[in-house]
Each structure stands twice: as structure tokens, then as C-alpha cells.
């Protein structure tokens, strides 16, 4: 048992959050490579543990074994290796949740090749953008018609793309899978030289999502994986030979966070539902159906979830429940306590992290909070004034100390631009943009992106406060809180909501949603103005597009 732990964490039982924070620790070996340090090693030492448990919409399910990821890679890195793939050559890869994708990377991660992640979103000119920024030469794609339109729409103007690879299909002008991989020798040896990855070596970049601006690369090296130790074992709270469910495509940093990097460290089964569209009642059904052990999705599916009959699913095999992406909203934490028995544990951190604050096993969850920081960071709140905020004062949420102790996991700059690197984390700070407070018990508190913190008639109104009290009626689902035009006051509270089931928009609902507010906060934050609206705006990851919201409103940063 433990026995991945074990080789790289001197200590993995801890008797308290203060022991956990002070002495936890994770020894980095010498060019670490996930590939052949944990899928191969789990093959070695457990030939049958599983690795995934995969189904989708259609009643298809395939159970996949280290031992069957390890030898896939070996003959797909023998395939790619004759596309000319290389160490250093950039493959985006858009398989939304196929079994696939995990022997792909797997395989890229052993040729030692830079994997993108990417979202079956992406337009045209999303595509376009990426191909060109970061020079890819392969692309591997599952069929499916938006994006094949997508990407042939794109492909003449990406001037670097050479080869596509389709996946679970057969399209002329795309190499196939599986006549691919047929291609591929079974023997891989794990290359020697200038040929092997080293720990500083580029592992992956993300696209952000690119709300504000171009999206930028967000490179992570081969330690990244080491850093989701954290993620998994201490806040999903995985355990070996069970089933984990993180609700994520592969497109998305979530899917690192929770489908592959630390469960797999942790000897845990990844269970991946390839699910055509979020169906709540579907997904409940899964829960129930393959009795998971850990669960994590983001707080927009419990909230939808909860409009269901969450009462009729047996969930009592899941031991902890977990949510990041967004705030977690007190009352959706409420409500699914109250349904299941289990709170709802929240995590916090960005495409460019790890988990850097959560809800660990050692502390009691507090409704509205983010939980503590992760002990592999020095996390700081810095006030305007650049000092640290006291309890209770709204700070920037800062890594510090980068230059003396720099945590497996946190990304090493941007890719291809050593200007935005130098200014992200050259200062040894990494400011995350986000605002945050914290109380007298070490809990921190979201507040909202920097950016969107509302300034009105001399308030600061952070919109999570105010989106958590509206969220509270049982009419709305899910909204977003902007700042709005008023000649007036030059800028005023806006909601943007989503109604449940069985409400209708009115003048009286309006008014009813405001008083609700002035009741729950401060009245001086109630929405002065309320739009209702079948769904919200969101990037490729599943966030609130706010900023979206105050550009059509007129209002610009």
C-alpha cells in the first residue's frame, strides 16, 4: 500500500492540519518522468491494477489496467516516433473524455514531447491561435463533427501542423488510431542522453482561457505531476484501488487536477464517464451505479444536481465529496448536506497550480471558505499598500518565497515569452490576480478576481458575497454579479441569473431577489438591477464570463 507515497514523500500520516502544514514534505528525485516513474512502475510492481474504469452515453465501458496503459504507450510512442515525433515537439491533443487520451499522453510523456490539452470548443480561430503561438507540429482528435470542422477550417493557416490523428474514426485526410498504433513496435526503451527528459524539461502548456485578451501558454515542467500529491491524497482524499470520479474534459487543467497526475501517484482508479452533454440525473446515476469512493465536480453541477431528487440515489459510497473551478456557494454546501450526509470539501488553485488552498482532512469545513493553505506554499494576502493584510482585511492571493523554495506543481512561466515569465515570477511572487480575506482561524475567503470587484458609491462589493445570498432563493440556480452604468451613482450592482425549474422572470420575482439580499448581506450590496437569462456566458473551462457581461452592459476595465 502507498508504496508510489512512499518513494517520494518521507512522511505521508499526519495528526493534525499544524503537523501537515509544518512537515510534509515531497523529494523530487533526478529527471522524474510520469510515464516511466509511475504507469510503468505500477505495471511492474501490480501487473493487474487497474488504472480507468471508462464508459459513455452508448452503454460502452473498458476497463484498463497500468499494465495496458504501459504497453499501449510503448507501441504508440513507437508510432508517433515514426510521424517523427520527437522530444520537444508540441502535440495538441482534443479527445474530450476518451480512453484514449490517457494512453496518448502517456506515450508523449515517454518520447518526452510537450503535450497541449485542448477543449472540443475551440473555434476555427481559437485553433488557429494556439497552433501558431506554440508550434504545433501534431494534432490528435477524437471524431467528432464540430471539431473536425474546426480543424480543417484552421489547418491551412496552421503553419506548422504536419500530421492529424483521428481518433475513433476514419476520415480521409487523417491518419487513424489504431491503424497508428498497429504500426508501433512493443518493445520501448526509455531513452538515455540528450534524448531523456529532464525535470526542467516542458511537460505541457496550457492555454488559459483567455477572458482577457489573447490567452497566454501556461508551462508546467516534470515535476508538475509530484505537486498533485497534494490534490489527490489531501483534499480529494483518494484512496488506492478505489474509484475517483473528477468531473472534467481533458481540455480543461481540471482534468489534471483530478484524472490522471496524483490519483494515479496514489495507486487510485481513475472512473471517467464520457458523458455527450451534463444530464444531472445521468451523472447521479453513475455515482450510484459504480459506487465511487471520492467525488469532485464543480459547484454549477451540484447546484444543478440539487434541482434533481438527490434523495432517491443511494451516494453512500462516497466517502468525500469536492468542488473548485468556481466559489462553492454556502448554500449548495448546505443543501447537499442535508441530502447526503457529507459536506462538500472546496479546493482552490489555477491552471497555473496545483491545489493551493483547501478544506484538508484535519479541518472542519466552513461554508463560504476556501480551507487553508497547502503546505507545499508560502500563501500571503497583499494589501494595495504591498504588506500583508491582517485577519480580516481583503488582500491579493500571493505564492511567495519563490526564489528560496520553488513547489513542484506551480507552473515555471509562460512558454516561448521569458518577458511575461520574468514579470509573472522572476520578483520570487507570484500574484494570482484573485482577492481574498481571512479570518482569526486561518480560513481564507473569496472575495473575486481583482478585476471584478465592484466599486460603488465608495464600496468595494466582492460578487461571490452577493451571488451566495441570491443563490440562497430556491428560484435562482446559478448567476453572475457585475458592476453596471447608473447616471447617477456611475456604477451599480447587477444580477445575472438563472432561474430553477417552475419559475418564471417577473417584476415581483425582482423585487422578491433584492429584499432576499438586503436581508442575507449588507443592504447597501442588494442588485439594484436584475436580468434573468437561460444560461450564462462561460469560457472552455466552465467559468463566468463576467467580464462579457459588463462589456455588453457598457462598462469596460
Not at 173 to 190: F, K, N, Q
Not at 330 to 347: A, D, L, Q, Y
Not at 481 to 504: E, N
Request: charged letters at 25%; proline letters at 5%; aromatic letters at 12%.
Amino acid at each position: 500500500m502507498d508504496h508510489l507515497l512512499k518513494k517520494y514523500c518521507p512522511r505521508i500520516e499526519f495528526d493534525s492540519y499544524e503537523d501537515f502544514a509544518e512537515n510534509f514534505v515531497i523529494d523530487i528525485p533526478k529527471n522524474f518522468n510520469f510515464a516511466y516513474d509511475v504507469v510503468d512502475e505500477w505495471a511492474r510492481v501490480e501487473p493487474d491494477k487497474r488504472a480507468l474504469v471508462w464508459c459513455d452515453d452508448s452503454g460502452e465501458e473498458k476497463v484498463l489496467t497500468f499494465t495496458d496503459i504501459s504497453a499501449m504507450s510503448d507501441r504508440l510512442a513507437n508510432a508517433f516516433t515514426g510521424l517523427g515525433v520527437k522530444k520537444g515537439t508540441v502535440v495538441m491533443v482534443v479527445l474530450r473524455r476518451r480512453w484514449e487520451y490517457w494512453v496518448v499522453a502517456t506515450a508523449l510523456f515517454k518520447i518526452g514531447a510537450i503535450l497541449i490539452p485542448a477543449s472540443l470548443q475551440l473555434t476555427a480561430k481559437d485553433i488557429i491561435y494556439r497552433a501558431n503561438s506554440a508550434s504545433v507540429e501534431i494534432m490528435v482528435c477524437v471524431d467528432d463533427d464540430y471539431v473536425i470542422e474546426q480543424v480543417e477550417a484552421a489547418f491551412p493557416k496552421c503553419s506548422t501542423v504536419r500530421e492529424r490523428v483521428l481518433v475513433a474514426g476514419e476520415r480521409e485526410g487523417w491518419t487513424g488510431y489504431e491503424g497508428l498504433i498497429a504500426t508501433g513496435s512493443e518493445v520501448w526503451e526509455r531513452p538515455s542522453g540528450e534524448a531523456a527528459t529532464t525535470n526542467e524539461d516542458t511537460l505541457m502548456v496550457y492555454f488559459t482561457s483567455g477572458t482577457t485578451g489573447f490567452a497566454k501558454m501556461i508551462r508546467h515542467n516534470h515535476t508538475h505531476p509530484l505537486g498533485h500529491i497534494i490534490t489527490a491524497r489531501y483534499w480529494q482524499q483518494v484512496q488506492e484501488d478505489t474509484l475517483h470520479m473528477s468531473v472534467s474534459d481533458s481540455g480543461w487543467a481540471k482534468f489534471g487536477w483530478g484524472k490522471i497526475y496524483g490519483q494515479w501517484i496514489c495507486g487510485a482508479t481513475i472512473f471517467a464517464y464520457d458523458m455527450d452533454k451534463f444530464v444531472p440525473v445521468k451523472l447521479l446515476e453513475k455515482i450510484q451505479e459504480y459506487k465511487l469512493t471520492t467525488f469532485c465536480a464543480p459547484p454549477t453541477m451540484y447546484r444543478f444536481m440539487l434541482q434533481e431528487d438527490v434523495r432517491a440515489y443511494d451516494l453512500s459510497s462516497v466517502a468525500n465529496f469536492t468542488t473548485a473551478g468556481e466559489p462553492l456557494n454556502p448554500e449548495v454546501t448546505r443543501c447537499w448536506e442535508e441530502f447526503t450526509g457529507k459536506k462538500i470539501r472546496e479546493g482552490f488553485g489555477q491552471t497555473e497550480s496545483v491545489v493551493l488552498l483547501a478544506t484538508f482532512p484535519w479541518i472542519e469545513p466552513k461554508p463560504g471558505s476556501m480551507g487553508k493553505p497547502s503546505p507545499l506554499h508560502r500563501i500571503k494576502l497583499i494589501g494595495e499598500d504591498g504588506r500583508e493584510c491582517e485577519d480580516g482585511a481583503e488582500g491579493m492571493i500571493c505564492v511567495t518565497g519563490l526564489k528560496e523554495h520553488y513547489p513542484p506543481g506551480l507552473f515555471v512561466g509562460h512558454y516561448k515569452n521569458s518577458e511575461l515569465t520574468a514579470e509573472a515570477v522572476g520578483s520570487g511572487i507570484y500574484n494570482l490576480g484573485d482577492v481574498a480575506w481571512r479570518d482569526s482561524s486561518g480560513y481564507y475567503f473569496f472575495v473575486g478576481r481583482n478585476d471584478d470587484v465592484i466599486k460603488c458609491s465608495g464600496y468595494r462589493i466582492g460578487p461571490f458575497e452577493v451571488e451566495s445570498a441570491l443563490i440562497e432563493h430556491p428560484a435562482v440556480v446559478e448567476c453572475a454579479v457585475t458592476a453596471a452604468p447608473d447616471s447617477m451613482r456611475g456604477l451599480v450592482v447587477k444580477a445575472t441569473c438563472v432561474l430553477a425549474q417552475g419559475w418564471r422572470p417577473s417584476d415581483e420575482l425582482v423585487k422578491e431577489l433584492q429584499n432576499h439580499v438586503k436581508q442575507t448581506t449588507a443592504p447597501y450590496k442588494y442588485p439594484r438591477i436584475v436580468e434573468f437569462v437561460d444560461e450564462l456566458p462561460k469560457t472552455v473551462g466552465g467559468k463566468i464570463k463576467r467580464k462579457q457581461i459588463r462589456h455588453k452592459d457598457g462598462v469596460f476595465d
